[in-house]
């Protein structure tokens, strides 16, 4: 259990992750804002608490690892990372503008602390159990994380990774999807329903749990219990609202990519709690 002083500080520091997204997205005037804003407290918990990295040495291979699967939400990793100090804040402001080290999508060639360049959905999955397993045939105490979308998982990648991560027991990778529910073209349900999503997972040999994906807690219990087994790869679906905290994209299709003014994010991060 997490106890209150950390659990206060976790969301301060999700909190703060929405303003810097924000303000990078409202810099720039244009961005995929909904989805970024629905990972917020996940990244929050896993560099707040969960993982461990250090922002002076970020390829050390003694870290846990992190893709973002759904790469567009990189605004919100870029927030994360430089809240932690992997590199300037100031680096927020060129978010996508020519010569940028922070493309719209995640680049583990331009930005440190990306571990896996991403945005080409459905292929970070089996990245990250290129990962899990390479850690475990070194038999290193590595954890992978990966956040997947749940539009995402119309691909059928996600799902010969899925098999891949059963089939070769990585117990040291820990998965989210990120269930807000809509992704670029409408819903999930309207584009591409998908069903039952626990028992689909369940079906894949996966240890499945399902949250809160804005309950910091809870999520902190989840990934607990993940630890505490070692049989079968995890997933944790989190239920999310896109845009979640930002009243002009919250819980609306539109906010998967939109125009984000600088006023519209001066006034949004003055919601928040100011700048």
């Known amino acids: 259990m997490l106890d209150e002083k950390t659990l206060s500080g976790l969301a301060a520091f999700a909190k703060e992750i929405r303003k810097k997204t924000l303000h990078a997205i409202g810099t720039l005037g244009v961005g995929h804002i909904g989805g970024s804003l629905s990972v917020a407290d ?42 932690k100090g992997f590199f300037p804040l100031q680096w927020l402001d060129t978010l996508n503008h020519g010569g940028t080290r922070l493309p719209s999508h995640c680049d583990r060639n331009k930005t440190p602390g990306i571990d896996m360049t991403s945005g080409s959905l459905g292929q970070g999955l089996s990245a990250a159990c290129g990962f899990a397993l390479g850690r475990k045939i070194d038999g290193s ?70 949250c809160d994906g804005h309950d910091i807690s809870a999520m902190h219990q989840a990934i607990g219990r993940c630890r505490g087994q070692a049989s079968m790869p995890s997933m944790i679906i989190l239920d999310t609202i896109k845009g979640k905290g930002v009243s002009f994209c ?26």
């Open 42 to 83: 996940i990244l929050a918990l896993l560099y707040g608490h969960e993982m461990k990295y250090d922002p002076k040495d970020p390829a050390s291979p003694g870290r846990d690892i992190l893709v973002l699967s759904k790469g567009h939400a990189g605004p919100a990793l870029y927030a994360t990372l430089a809240l």
């Open 141 to 210: 105490n590595v954890t992978v994380f990966c956040v997947i979308g749940d539009g995402e998982s119309d691909e059928g990648q996600i799902w010969e990774a899925a098999m891949f991560a059963s089939q070769y027991g990585l117990t040291n990778l820990i998965a989210f999807t990120d269930y807000n529910k809509m992704q670029v073209d409408g819903t999930t349900d309207q584009v591409m329903n998908l069903g039952n999503i626990e028992d689909k997972w369940k079906s894949f040999g996966w240890h499945v749990q399902r």
């Open 250 to 275: 919250e819980g609306k299709v539109e906010g998967h990519n939109m125009p984000v003014t600088a006023d519209m994010a001066e006034q949004a991060i003055a919601a928040l709690g100011g700048n």
